[in-house]
């Protein structure tokens, strides 16, 4: 698998955007939104009731979710990355794969996130924090 530095600069060279695209066929992330957050709650000790609970979402929404029958928006998807308590490199890899903007350190809202992320905060505390300092909260 080549990365993404590879891939960009083959791309720029190539002289013909079908052959490029055949010869990289195995480099595309084609990961569905509920394949790859099944795989990070395959790693955790978690069950999708309690997620629902910590995720602040219903357990139908989550189901759906899960079963590939919905997809969530950017701040749904972090507040399932706060309740699998996933870390902050498993949440931008998820949103990138899912072809969200990662979370960037210079926006006052995703700093907040980053932080929550990084320090183990619940979401709850993480909407608090992000109400009081007058950004859109996740939920």
């Known amino acids: 698998m080549k990365d993404t530095d590879s891939l960009q600069q083959e791309l720029m060279a190539a002289p013909n955007l079908d052959r490029f695209l055949s010869e990289n066929q195995d ?5 569905s939104v509920h394949e790859l957050l099944n795989a990070l709650f395959q790693k955790r000790d978690i069950s999708k009731t309690a997620l629902a609970k910590q995720s602040g979402m219903s357990e139908v929404y989550l189901h ?3 079963a590939g029958r919905r997809s ?3 701040s749904r998807l972090i507040c399932l ?3 699998l308590s996933a870390t902050l490199e498993e949440t931008q890899e998820l949103l ?3 072809s969200f903007a990662q979370l ?8 907040i996130i980053i ?3 990084v320090n183990g905060l619940s979401l709850f505390d993480v909407n608090d924090k992000l109400f009081s300092e007058g950004e859109e909260t996740l939920y």
């Open 81 to 83: 990355c706060f309740g």
């Open 104 to 111: 960037y350190p210079k926006n006052k809202r995703d700093a």
């Open 64 to 66: 759906q979710v899960f």
């Open 72 to 74: 969530p928006s950017r």
């Open 115 to 117: 932080y929550g992320l």
């Open 96 to 98: 990138k794969q899912c």
């Open 27 to 31: 480099n595309f992330d084609t990961g």
